[in-house]
């Protein structure tokens, strides 16, 4: 396993999803990501390749974006949520064996090799009255397996700019259970 975090500064938008979903993006909206981050969100980037836990054999690629307040960020990055929050969550369907990226007008098309779910999105949130209050956000973009850690990166600094890192992570793959 190999996972790398960085900070990065928060993007104003961020459209995600199938390059002809795009083309008509109220009638598609529920398959793809078309996102404007809070200004008082902070954003860190983790960039993460793992062995597939049903099949060894592949190796499962993503780059993660979370978008929350700086003191929450952790909290979200640990897989946890406040309690009382509520979650809404999509993914990302593509029908053209790629998708598109679009970072503040940096563009980037990928070609998956296949049709399928290649991304996610899941927004925290909780309501006063009938006003809907965003907690937190997170945005995983799935990468083609045949792509190198080195690429995934190359393309984060051309979408997102500066990468200042936090943490790097480097781990041998080991049985399950064994520690």
């Not at 993007?11 to 598609?28: A, M, Q, T, V, Y």
């Not at 981050?37 to 974006?65: A, H, N, Q, S």
């Not at 593509?94 to 399928?116: C, F, K, M, N, S």
Request: with cysteine; net charge negative; glycine share 6%.
């Amino acid at each position: 396993m190999r996972e790398e975090i960085y900070q990065i500064r928060r993007p104003g938008h961020i459209l995600f999803g199938d390059p002809l979903c795009l083309e008509n993006k109220e009638r598609f909206k529920n398959v793809l990501i078309d996102y404007r981050p809070e200004k008082y969100f902070d954003t860190r980037l983790v960039l993460k390749e793992e062995p597939d836990p049903e099949d060894g054999r592949f190796i499962l690629k993503y780059m993660d974006l979370y978008f929350a307040p700086s003191q929450d960020l952790k909290i979200y990055m640990n897989s946890r949520m406040y309690e009382g929050q509520q979650t809404e969550s999509k993914g990302v369907a593509v029908d053209t064996a790629r998708y598109h990226i679009e970072v503040d007008g940096r563009e980037l098309d990928i070609h998956t090799g296949a049709d399928g779910w290649w991304g996610s999105f899941t927004e925290f949130y909780r309501t006063d009255g009938n006003r809907k209050i965003s907690d937190a956000a997170i945005l995983s973009i799935y990468v083609p397996e045949e792509t190198s850690f080195a690429w995934m990166k190359q393309n984060a600094r051309y979408l997102f700019g500066e990468l200042r890192n936090i943490e790097n992570t480097r781990r041998k793959p080991t049985e399950r259970g064994a520690r």
